[in-house]
């Protein structure tokens, strides 16, 4: 049974940090790439980061590239979202899911969507 669950979110001042961890169960992290979406209210969900598992490679939207971090530690089927700088936009529901492709646009390229992580971020 695939399942994937998000941990870390909370209530953070802007400017400051929270590492949100994807931790997986049920297949081999190497073989799919996990990426980190979110949802603001009132808006699309968006892709944020995603990891390669076969070479590592990382991706990032304009709007996170230099702020947040996302690694992964396959041994321990976790991947993890650091976030640093944070602004009051960056507040959503943050969610992780496993893909067949290191995309951050084609979410029908995912699956085994976790259940989400509140981040609120207080101007």
């Known amino acids: 049974d695939v399942q994937l669950q998000a941990f870390g979110g909370g209530l953070v001042q802007a400017g400051g940090s929270l590492r949100l961890s994807c931790v997986g169960s049920?297949?081999?992290?190497?073989?799919?790439?996990i990426g980190w979406f979110r949802r603001a209210p009132g808006k699309a969900r968006e892709g944020v980061s995603c990891?390669?598992?076969?070479?590592?490679?990382?991706y990032y939207a304009d709007s996170v590239r230099g702020r947040f971090t996302i690694s992964s530690d396959n041994a321990k089927n976790t991947v993890y979202l650091q976030m640093n700088s944070l602004k009051p936009e960056d507040t959503a529901v943050y969610y992780c899911?496993?893909?067949?492709?290191?995309?951050?646009?084609?979410?029908?390229?995912?699956?085994?969507w976790g259940q989400g992580t509140l981040v609120t971020v207080s101007s």
């Open positions: 899911a496993k893909g067949a492709a290191t995309t951050l646009t084609e979410l029908y390229e995912y699956d085994s």
């Open positions: 049920g297949f081999t992290f190497d073989d799919y790439a």
């Open positions: 990891i390669s598992g076969l070479d590592g490679s990382t």
